[in-house]
């Protein structure tokens, strides 16, 4: 015989559950209008009384009931798929989780976007003449990658609120710089995170980001190596794209993506020159940064790097 269900828990006491959902602010609102916040129907998610229903309380208005959810199906929608013209390809699991993690983000944050254009001539033309002789002292390819990498720790010590996450008592700002690099796999998409890129010297941060990339695409990566990112590089240069508007990793404020250099005709002062020009874009979290902070940030991004330098590298 099978043993009687458990009896369901006591509920807990409405003053010591609304005590714990109630925020601060709205605690600190209740108090100075002399309101008991455990009288009111909460109107928030899972019934949390808001700052909306303690001032509807003051004005003496009825607080509404929260709308009930709409009940959900049973199960998922099967595809119908024409098997004359069509197929039914099953998702992976990492094809599962990139869907999901991209929809939760558009959801969690509204999104904003801002393009400024560099001028890589200087650093395009560093590369092309120690590319081979870096590869042979040091066993590793150098792109353009690392150098832009360096150079967005350096901007985020100085915009650290793109270095940040939401909360609802208020901006948790990183001191420290994780940077997760995009990475593109046959089946998706991954970010392995380069702990502490601040401090990391420019030769230690090439073999590090390679480690990761190349891990990456071997499917060789530990669970830690994708955790505990602050911010995030993309390059979808190598595709040819010119401009992109990436969702940002969430819990991150903002993602960073490097379009394809391109050679073309530039208007410098009065002349008419062919440069190496770039896109650079970046998607950041309205909530935490605003327009004006956004086009800073990238404003100094691009004047480090139409100004570099070999001097500007940090060892």
Request: glycine residues 6%.
């Amino acid at each position: 015989k099978a043993p009687a269900p458990a009896a369901a828990p006591a509920a807990e006491a409405p003053d010591g559950g609304e005590r714990q959902r109630l925020s601060p602010a709205v605690r600190k609102l209740a108090a100075e209008h002399d309101i008991d916040p455990t009288s009111l129907r909460g109107s928030g998610l899972g019934g949390r009384v808001t700052r909306d229903d303690v001032l509807a309380a003051v004005g003496g208005e009825k607080v509404a009931a929260a709308p009930q959810a709409p009940a959900q199906p049973s199960g998922p929608v099967p595809a119908r798929v024409d098997g004359a013209r069509e197929e039914l390809v099953k998702l992976s699991v990492i094809r599962k989780s990139i869907a999901e993690h991209m929809v939760r983000s558009l959801a969690t944050s509204p999104h904003a976007w801002t393009l400024q254009e560099i001028d890589m001539t200087s650093l395009v033309r560093y590369r092309e003449a120690e590319k081979e002789k870096f590869k042979a002292r040091h066993g590793v390819a150098l792109t353009y990658l690392p150098f832009v990498a360096q150079i967005v720790c350096e901007a985020l010590k100085q915009f650290p609120w793109l270095n940040s996450t939401w909360s609802d008592e208020g901006v948790v700002i990183k001191r420290y710089v994780n940077l997760g690099i995009a990475v593109s796999i046959p089946d998706g998409l991954i970010v392995p995170v380069v702990k502490d890129a601040d401090k990391l010297g420019f030769t230690d941060l090439v073999r590090v980001i390679n480690d990761l990339v190349e891990r990456a695409r071997n499917k060789q990566l530990k669970p830690e190596d994708v955790q505990a990112g602050t911010f995030t590089l993309n390059n979808t240069g190598a595709t040819g794209s010119i401009a992109s508007q990436p969702i940002i990793n969430q819990p991150q404020a903002a993602i960073l993506t490097t379009e394809s250099i391109v050679k073309r005709a530039v208007v410098i002062e009065d002349a008419i020159a062919m440069r190496h020009m770039m896109n650079m874009c970046l998607s950041f979290d309205h909530r935490i940064i605003d327009g004006m902070m956004a086009g800073q940030f990238l404003g100094t991004m691009k004047k480090r790097l139409e100004e570099w330098t070999p001097g500007s590298i940090r060892l």
